[in-house]
C-alpha cells in the first residue's frame, strides 16, 4: 500500500520566517497528493493538491510541488504568519487516505 | 447544510459501556472513514468503507465495530468501551480511492473513557 512520510515536528519559526515542510511517499502508480492543515478543536482542511508530477499547488501563500523523481511533495511558504500556527498533513489518495504523522507548527510573533 | 456531520461534539463515557459515534454525510461519497487522533500518533485508520454494506479494517479495528447500511451514514461503536479508547474521533468522506478530489472531514467527537 501507499505510504508518507513527514518530518518530524514540532516545528517553531518565528514570524517571517521561511518554512519548509518536508513530506515523501511511496505509491504504486501515480497518486494525487494533498496537505491538509488543522487547527486547533477543527477537523481537517484542504490546503492543497496536486494530481500529476510537476504539478504545483497553492494556497494562502503556501506552495507544494509533485517531484515524481524524488517521490516527494514538500510545503514552503516565504513568509510565515503567527495565524499560520497549525498541525499540517501530506497525504496521497488511495482506498486508506494515507497520512504523514502530522507537522505541529507554531509560529511566534 | 451539505457537508459531513458528526455527533455528539463531545462524550463522556464510563468504563464498559457501549457507545456509538455517529457520521452523516450529504455529498453521496462512496467512501468514508473513521480515524483516531492522539498526541504523537497522528491520525491512524480505525475502519473504512467502500459503499454501503462494505467494511474493512484498517490500522487499530480492536474494540470497535462499524456498519454502513446507507451510503450517507457510517456509525462507529465502541462495543466496551476502555480507557485506551480516550482519544479524538474524525470521520471522513471521499469519491473514491483514485480520487483527485480531497476528503471531507468532519469536526471530530471527543471522547473521554472514564
Known amino acids: 500500500g501507499n505510504s508518507v512520510t513527514q518530518m518530524e515536528g514540532p516545528v517553531t519559526l518565528s514570524e517571517e520566517a521561511f518554512l519548509t515542510i518536508n513530506c515523501t511517499y511511496t505509491?504504486?502508480?501515480?497518486?494525487?497528493l494533498f496537505w491538509y492543515v488543522q487547527y486547533p478543536g477543527e477537523g481537517l482542511q484542504l490546503l492543497l493538491k496536486?494530481?500529476?508530477?510537476?504539478d504545483k499547488g497553492s494556497n494562502k501563500g503556501f506552495e507544494a510541488t509533485y517531484r515524481k523523481e524524488t517521490t516527494s511533495f514538500h510545503l514552503e511558504k516565504g513568509s510565515v504568519q503567527v495565524s499560520d500556527s497549525a498541525v499540517y498533513f501530506c497525504?496521497?489518495?488511495?482506498?486508506?487516505?494515507?497520512f504523514g504523522e502530522g507537522t505541529q507548527l507554531t509560529v511566534n510573533p | 447544510d451539505a457537508g459531513i456531520t458528526q455527533s455528539p461534539r463531545y462524550k463522556i463515557t464510563e468504563t464498559g459501556r457501549q457507545v456509538t459515534l455517529m457520521c452523516h454525510q450529504t455529498?453521496?461519497?462512496?467512501?468514508m472513514f473513521w480515524y483516531r487522533q492522539d498526541l504523537g500518533h497522528g491520525l491512524r485508520l480505525i475502519y473504512y468503507?467502500?459503499?454501503?454494506?462494505?467494511?474493512d479494517k484498517g490500522e487499530v479495528p480492536d474494540g470497535y465495530v462499524v456498519s454502513r447500511s446507507k451510503t450517507e451514514n457510517f456509525p462507529l461503536t465502541l462495543e466496551s468501551a476502555t480507557r485506551s479508547q480516550t482519544s479524538v474521533y474524525f470521520c471522513?468522506?471521499?469519491?473514491?480511492?483514485?480520487?483527485?478530489?480531497?476528503?471531507?472531514f468532519g469536526q471530530g467527537t471527543r471522547l473521554t473513557v472514564v
Open positions: 497525504q496521497t489518495s488511495g482506498s486508506r487516505l494515507t
Open positions: 505509491a504504486t502508480g501515480y497518486p494525487s
Open positions: 496536486a494530481t500529476k508530477a510537476d
Open positions: 455529498w453521496s461519497h462512496s467512501y
Open positions: 468503507s467502500a459503499a454501503a454494506d462494505i467494511t
Open positions: 471522513a468522506s471521499n469519491q473514491g480511492a483514485d480520487s483527485t478530489i480531497e476528503a471531507f
